[in-house]
Nanobody, 125 residues
């Protein structure tokens, strides 16, 4: 199983970034996909999740209205479009895959969650 995230970088406050995560090694369209982030010295936190066919999404309060999660099952890829970025969005962003629905229900990973390597997002003020 591989979850390869990319698209991070340095951006000024108010700017935008688009992250993508290419999955391999499992049947992508049978997994709920999510994004989490971890800032220095902080716990990892939920950002957004999307169900198997993209028909249902769930966002953290901090992401709602600014971030959009989407998926392309034909490309085994999940995306996170981030707009109106703030310095507090600075973190390492991780892609996650789970066969269950918990990420879409309450933003929680499960023991079955697979994690990718993160991509750094830095927002300067």
């Amino acid at each position: 199983v591989q979850l390869q995230a990319c698209g991070g970088g340095l951006v000024q406050a108010g700017g935008s970034l688009s992250l993508s995560c290419v999955a391999s090694g499992f049947t992508f369209n049978q997994y709920v996909m999510g994004w989490f982030r971890q800032a220095p010295g902080a716990e990892r936190e939920f950002v957004a999740a999307i169900n198997w066919n993209g028909g249902s999404t769930h966002y953290a309060a901090s992401a709602k209205g600014r971030f959009t999660i989407a998926r392309d099952n034909a490309k085994s890829t999940v995306y996170l479009q981030m707009n109106s970025l703030k310095p507090e969005d600075t973190a390492v962003y991780y892609c996650a895959a789970d066969p269950g629905f918990t990420m879409c229900l309450n933003g929680q990973p499960s023991v079955s969650t697979w994690w990718g390597r993160g991509t750094q997002v830095t927002v300067s003020s």
